[in-house]
């Protein structure tokens, strides 16, 4: 036999006797499961639990994993605010640390994980032999507890438990302790935790302990049994020589602390994170906790020293901005307004995309409110919040004042709309005199506005055309946008009625007294917004003073005596509120505030109150609620008929305003017959003056009147300019004749041009004319620009 034979038999022999050897002992078995499975499933669930737990930033999450992108919280409770008004919400993890609870999984790594089940699935049915086999119940285990199915997780730690001492045997006690916690089960999962901290303190196992001791921590804040928690922290931290974690429940500690209000200890606890090895984030937020109960505690000074130290110290430098803020409120609270205002504008303008520049709006916001009484920047600030990235409850408060800012400035402007009404009433040379300047500016308007829309249609013609077009058309957006608080003294009228600074005089067709009457209503609203939602009661005092010296004669009288009684409670003057009251009760027996000064002074029980209340049922309301179906039934004109003779038969009934009210609206909402409308609303604003109904449909009545009023000037205008023009062509025609011959070639191209415009825009005003003429004969046409208004 030759060399190369022998061999070649030599080596297949060997192989034969290896393969026959690996056999025999399973070490075939578990090369096979390895490179077919097991690496597989191994590599992909070791990315994915890194990939959990780089997400769960907060190791005290109890509720550790959420599938699918859904959060797990539970209901939120009422807790301390912090200063800047946020409050401190409780997950299902116990207490926040600063930064959000619990896992999100997304769609992938729930799927990676279902992957892994699936992959450790097959080794654990086909490869019962294999060393491989605890791997995969424990790695399944894992991922099935990962995705929230407890008791899937459970079965298989059981199993892996069942296998008796395997690598896996204290860290699979203490996943097995977990799922019993997460099923209720929980002397059962205690037990197990303790087990796990006694035997890792043993073995040494420094992981397992402090993973069994949060644990129990994150449980007992789940079960709001804070007392043990704290047990637990301090039992930790007795024992463990691990600083970074030390560093952690120590400020867990602090945590739980402020939550009690115990505020000694808390500041305790922050102070003791120093001691161990925090991260960056834990001494960033233990350091500003501590400010901030050292001013809770009153140590004003010494807060504001340890939040400049950490505004200034370079490894803070992400965290500048939230420490700006709380330096503002320092300065807030120390009335050093301007300071604050400083640093809160600082904030807002080099930190936008962070939440903090939302608050600092907001903070600015009640500075020009409360502080300053400037309530334009006030607005301003209030509204930017809206579009910040502020949390939502200061976004939320930040809309409400907004909004009572809002009625506000419609109230003034209401008040200062009646002021110029009455002036016109009792000087009519003032109306007078103001619509011939309106006039004027109007016309020097339409010249300015003429000469910009020429300049836009001969742009292309020429380039420089086209650059002075878009010039005239920048200024034009500047003038647009320019700050309403440039002097008008230097503003064109053409920029005054851009802005809106200058409006057309109006004039109500209602008497000076029914003006005095919605004023002194206004008034009213005015004072009892500064007393309430603006609280400013120096102020709503000024306005009820106002309306009882100047305007005693009118409706709101009883309603300012009792809100100025309200006033006088709330200074702790109950003399002069009493006082109030009583002139109330004694005088004016029908007014329902009687009942309510009767209360205030023990005059009037609860059985009597009853008693006025039933004797004071209107008979108007059954009506009332037969004419409300028949609108429900869509049988408007049943429901306008049977709302009217309400209001004929119960004129004194609140529900004739009411009727009234309704058989506008359907008028105008339903059957879309505006003229009809303006006649119902016409009769509300006239009988019933003043009234909170009569005041809802004055806006649209007036917008009527004035429509009507320019449809019918606009006529009459038109008509002049029509006769003008034909007298004018007529005139032209007449002496253009014998020049023509005289007429060079371009001078005639002109007047051909010059003729045929005028043609045209003659044919267009004839055109019209018809049509308001057209519109005049129907008295319930629906006129396109009445109709918008209405």
């Excluded at 995309?353 to 600092?360: E, Q, V, Y």
């Excluded at 600074?501 to 000076?512: D, G, M, N, V």
């Excluded at 209360?599 to 059985?607: A, D, R, S």
């Amino acid at each position: 036999m030759s060399y190369k034979k022998t061999k070649k038999l030599f080596v297949q022999t060997s192989l034969l006797f290896l393969v026959v050897a690996l056999s025999s002992c399973g070490m075939w078995t578990d090369f096979n499961t390895y490179f077919n499975t097991y690496y597989n499933a191994k590599t992909l669930f070791d990315r994915t639990e890194e990939e959990i737990l780089k997400q769960k930033k907060d190791i005290f999450a109890f509720r550790e994993t959420l599938t699918q992108g859904t959060q797990i919280i539970s209901p939120i409770v009422s807790q301390p605010t912090s200063q800047f008004g946020t409050q401190q919400l409780r997950t299902q993890s116990g207490l926040q640390t600063g930064v959000q609870t619990g896992v999100q999984l997304s769609g992938s790594l729930s799927q990676d994980l279902t992957k892994v089940i699936e992959k450790c699935s097959k080794i654990l049915q086909y490869e019962t032999s294999s060393s491989y086999f605890p791997d995969a119940l424990f790695m399944t285990g894992k991922a099935f507890y990962y995705q929230s199915e407890y008791a899937r997780a459970q079965r298989k730690f059981i199993e892996l438990a069942g296998l008796g001492n395997t690598k896996y045997r204290l860290e699979n006690k203490l996943w097995l302790a977990k799922t019993h916690l997460q099923l209720h089960n929980f002397d059962e999962g205690l037990n197990l935790i303790e087990e796990v901290k006694e035997e890792a303190l043993k073995e040494d196992e420094e992981k397992l302990f402090n993973d069994a001791a949060i644990t129990r921590i994150a449980f007992f804040e789940f079960r709001e049994e804070y007392q043990k928690a704290i047990n637990e922290c301090t039992n930790y931290l007795s024992v463990s020589k691990d600083d970074e974690t030390n560093a952690l429940v120590s400020y867990q500690l602090g945590k739980i602390y402020l939550f009690l209000n115990d505020k000694e200890n808390a500041l305790k606890a922050f102070v003791d994170v120093l001691k161990y090895s925090p991260t960056f984030d834990i001494e960033f937020q233990s350091r500003i906790e501590h400010a901030r109960l050292l001013k809770g505690l009153n140590r004003v000074e010494e807060s504001e020293t340890e939040l400049n130290y950490i505004r200034y110290a370079g490894k803070f430098k992400n965290y500048v901005d939230q420490v700006m803020i709380e330096i503002g409120q320092i300065y807030y609270e120390k009335n050093e307004t301007k300071l604050a205002v400083n640093i809160f504008r600082e904030v807002d303008s080099t930190f936008r995309m962070n939440p903090t520049s939302g608050i600092a709006q907001a903070k600015l916001g009640e500075i020009y409110k409360i502080k300053i009484r400037d309530y334009d920047s006030s607005y301003k600030y209030y509204n930017k919040v809206a579009i910040s990235l502020a949390p939502v409850d200061i976004k939320t408060e930040s809309n409400r004042h907004a909004r009572d800012l809002d009625k506000y400035f419609a109230n003034k402007k209401e008040l200062n709309d009646l002021s110029q009404q009455l002036n016109y009433i009792l000087n009519p040379t003032r109306y007078t005199q103001d619509s011939i300047e309106y006039d004027i500016a109007y016309r020097q308007y339409l010249d300015e506005n003429r000469r910009i829309l020429e300049g836009q249609n001969n742009a292309t013609n020429n380039q420089n055309q086209i650059e002075a077009s878009s010039e005239i058309r920048r200024q034009q957006t500047l003038q647009q946008n320019q700050n309403v608080n440039s002097k008008d003294k230097n503003l064109t009228p053409y920029q005054l009625i851009l802005q809106g600074k200058i409006k057309k005089p109006e004039r109500l067709k209602i008497s000076a007294d029914s003006v005095r009457t919605i004023y002194a209503k206004s008034l009213y609203g005015l004072g009892s917004l500064f007393f309430s939602e603006l609280e400013v009661p120096d102020s709503a005092y000024f306005y009820f003073i106002k309306i009882l010296n100047e305007y005693q004669n009118k409706s709101v009288k009883v309603q300012t005596l009792y809100t100025l009684g309200i006033y006088y409670e709330t200074m702790k003057d109950t003399l002069k509120a009493d006082s109030l009251f009583k002139i109330i009760y004694d005088n004016y027996e029908k007014d329902p505030l009687r009942t309510a000064a009767g209360e205030k002074l023990g005059l009037i029980k609860k059985e009597e109150k009853k008693a006025l209340a039933k004797k004071d049922e209107d008979p108007a309301e059954i009506f009332y609620l037969e004419a409300e179906e028949k609108y429900y039934d869509k049988n408007y004109e049943d429901a306008i008929k049977s709302f009217r003779e309400i209001y004929k038969n119960y004129p004194k009934s609140e529900f004739a305003k009411k009727s009234l009210t309704y058989a506008g609206m359907i008028y105008e909402k339903d059957l879309k017959m505006y003229d009809s409308a303006a006649v119902v609303y016409g009769i509300l604003v006239k009988d019933y003056v003043g009234t909170p109904y009569a005041n809802s449909v004055l806006p649209r009545f007036s917008e009527y009147q004035i429509e009507r009023l320019r449809i019918k000037t606009e006529n009459e205008a038109r008509q002049k300019e029509l006769e003008q023009q034909k007298i004018e062509k007529e005139k032209n025609n007449n002496v253009a004749q014998p020049l023509s011959n005289q007429i060079e070639p371009q001078k005639q191209t002109a007047v051909k041009d010059s003729t045929a415009k005028n043609d045209t825009l003659s044919k267009e005003r004839l055109i019209n004319q018809k049509n308001l003429e057209r519109l005049k004969t129907n008295p319930d046409s629906t006129k396109k620009k009445l109709r918008d208004r209405i």
